[in-house]
């Protein structure tokens, strides 16, 4: 598993037809949803109506779409931690890091493939109401959704056995997921070789703390590995 699980960032750079069947859906799933949050978030940003439009939308689209995007989620998490042991800890936390910035550079490719550079209120408006019909939705393929299907009913069923449940669960906490995107939007902030420290870890959301080398202290807010610094 390991194995298979180490050129997972390079599997992603090739684009989804070279990705195995798993990989695929999970990185359908989390690219879209991703994508479809900061479509809501730039498009909010063009008029009153729309940003009504978007967050309804986006409401709606996850009511039908949560128990895809779940089992995305943790078939991500069961792939990289599944048999790992704590000597493979480090090198498993770095690769859940370096697969969740890739989702999120593509999901940025993703939205400018929506909604160009830079969307207008039309244009955001009549992208909505796609998302409203439907036609972002995770049902299709059949077989991804079959397959996230059945990680979200492994998710419940570890939730049921806490133990199990605690014992993944808790190798994240040393790290979060979101560590290098922090980096990133530090590094954006003109913050160099930050001191981070993560204060709370309660994925998808994830708050850390950062002293860069001019003795600046910075929060940084992360929620499904969109991350925000705040002074």
């Known amino acids: 598993m390991f194995r298979f699980l180490t050129v997972l960032p390079f599997l992603l750079l090739l684009g989804c037809s070279s990705l195995p069947p798993q990989t695929q859906a999970i990185h359908s799933a989390l690219t879209t949803d991703a994508a479809l949050r900061e479509a809501a978030e730039q498009c909010s940003l063009t008029g ?3 940003r009504r439009q978007a967050t309804r939308a986006q409401l709606d689209w996850w009511s039908r779409n949560r128990t895809f995007v ?4 943790h078939g991500l998490l069961a792939l990289n931690w599944d ?3 704590e000597q493979s800890e480090a090198p498993r936390a770095v690769l859940a890091m370096q697969t969740l910035e890739l989702i999120q550079s593509d999901s940025d490719q993703q939205l400018r493939s929506w909604l160009g550079v830079q969307a207008s209120e039309r244009e955001c408006a009549r992208f909505f109401e796609r998302v409203e019909d439907g036609k972002i939705d ?20 570890l939730n049921e056995e806490v133990e199990s449940g605690r014992s993944i669960n808790s190798r994240y906490r040393k790290y979060g997921r979101s560590l290098f995107l922090v980096e990133k939007a530090l590094s954006e902030r003109g913050c160099s070789n930050p001191e981070i420290a993560l204060l709370r870890n309660s994925w998808p959301i994830e708050v850390y703390d950062a002293v860069c080398r001019q003795q600046d202290y910075l929060i ?7 991350c925000e610094v705040k002074p």
């Open 48 to 50: 009153l109506e729309v």
């Open 70 to 73: 779940l089992g995305a989620d």
């Open 83 to 85: 048999g790992g042991n």
């Open 138 to 157: 995770l049902d299709r393929p059949k077989r991804d959704a079959e397959i996230l299907t059945g990680f979200y009913q492994e998710r419940r069923a």
């Open 220 to 226: 940084v807010q992360c929620e499904w590995g969109r």
